[in-house]
């Protein structure tokens, strides 16, 4: 069903809030951003504001999941027709270590406090919901892998949730000291290592 004018308007308002609070979340990190800040970065009423969300964490909780859905949207693309799976897994792995050079422009520390002090079930659930969704999407890149015959479907599982250690664990350190460009080639390097490729495959 097509949406109406009035449903097109409010998505990209809610779109638009989004937005604007991730880029507050960035600069400042979860604790030092309230309702009034986004409210005037938005620049728009505190009624207006309220129409879509009730509080920070909710607007922080759907800042996350546009986040890990739409993140990597033009890579779910290339998936789903069929590309290149060497080619996918570069663009990929190439994709976090351009977020992991640039930590003061992602909401990572900001993920981090509010996880802290959010162990509710229902935030717990929120997050391991993400990590499975981040945990099936890697499977769906290295499925492809066994489907064009370049690795072998060999511990892809295992495999999978090793990438999101590997993946946090740099997050982690980024935040605590530098993370120089050659830690994390060294990084994606043992990634790649760990598949493992049909005889004949070089990379």
Known sequence: MARTPNEEH?????????????????????????????????????????????????????????????????????????EDFLTILDLYLEGHKKRLLNMENTIVMASYEYYSIHQSPQA????????????????????????????????LEEIAEQYIYLIEGMGVYGMLLNLTEAQIDAQIALMKSILIYREGVNY
């Open 10 to 82: 409010k998505n990209l308002k809610r779109d638009f809030i989004l937005e604007t609070a991730h880029q507050l979340f960035a600069q400042k990190g979860f604790h030092n951003v309230t309702m009034k800040d986004i409210v005037e970065a938005c620049g728009i009423s505190r009624g207006g504001l309220y129409l879509f969300f009730s509080s920070v964490d909710e607007i922080f909780e759907a800042v996350i999941q546009k986040r890990t859905i739409s993140g990597f949207s033009f890579i779910r693309e290339k998936v789903n027709k069929k």
């Open 124 to 155: 717990i659930q929120s997050r391991l919901s993400q990590i499975e969704y981040i945990k099936n999407f890697i499977l769906d890149i290295l499925h492809l892998g066994v489907e064009q015959g370049v690795i072998l479907n060999v511990n």
